[in-house]
């Protein structure tokens, strides 16, 4: 079955600075990489997603990028904010197949 | 609003006492989902159900069962709970969508402590 790591499990970036979050799968027949936000106390929620037949996505100071050949995703978080920190999963799943979760990435944004 | 909404969000109980946590959404998503989230392992998925009376395990379901009578209605139920099972519950939907997924939308979590 898939498989999927994260990079890193801990992430400390400086207000304004950049944040980059690694996702490797292992199942070459997976299409769908979706990103999920976690912040205290709640669930976590859908920030971005990709599809196979794309290679990059972005949404205002969120991108995500896709390598298939290599398989793997990236998330792309630009001038981060203090909002930003939470914990950060990357899945992946092909078609009707339950996704599979990375193990999570907390980012901390230091004012 | 559209929401998944998990009861109770806290629950203190002892070994061997049968809970259950209720899990309802109001998107009319065919597809639902019960993880469970521990620290240093992320999320793993306990059962999943496709639609009405179609449920399957998924990666760690010993100890757990679960039914899907309608749609919009998808119990977790811990029939002797042990100590190994205290964890922070998410229950999530999602539509089904052949040829790709779909987005899922977590309720807020039921943090469970068996003791």
């Known amino acids: 079955g898939e498989n999927v790591e994260q990079h890193p499990s801990t992430l400390s970036v400086q207000e304004g600075d950049s944040a980059v979050i690694k996702c490797t799968y292992s199942?070459?027949?997976?299409?769908?990489f979706p990103w999920y936000k976690q912040e205290l106390g709640k669930g976590p929620q859908l920030i971005i997603d990709i599809r196979s037949n794309v290679g990059e996505k972005k949404d205002q100071r969120i991108a995500v990028t896709l390598n298939k050949t290599a398989k793997h995703f990236s998330l792309h978080i630009t001038e981060t904010q203090p909002e930003d920190s939470a914990v950060y999963f990357c899945?992946?799943?092909?078609?009707?197949?339950?996704?599979?979760f990375g193990k999570g990435t907390r980012l901390s944004v230091i004012a | 609003e559209a929401q998944v909404t998990q009861n109770p969000r806290y629950l203190i109980t002892v070994t061997g006492k049968k809970l259950t946590v209720t899990c309802s959404q109001n998107?009319?998503?065919?597809?639902m989902s019960w993880y469970r989230q521990d620290p240093g392992l992320g999320l793993r998925q306990i059962y999943y159900?496709?639609?009405?009376?179609?449920?399957d395990k998924g990666d760690v379901p010993e100890g757990y069962k679960v039914s899907r009578k309608e749609k919009r209605n998808f119990p977790l139920i811990l029939e002797s709970p042990s100590p190994n099972q205290t964890s922070l519950y998410f229950c999530a939907s999602s539509l089904r969508y052949r040829g790709g997924n779909q987005p899922q939308h977590f309720g807020d979590g039921t943090r469970l402590s068996i003791l």
């Open positions: 998107m009319n998503h065919e597809y």
């Open positions: 199942d070459s027949a997976s299409n769908y």
């Open positions: 159900s496709m639609n009405v009376e179609v449920t």
């Open positions: 899945a992946a799943s092909q078609g009707n197949t339950p996704l599979v």
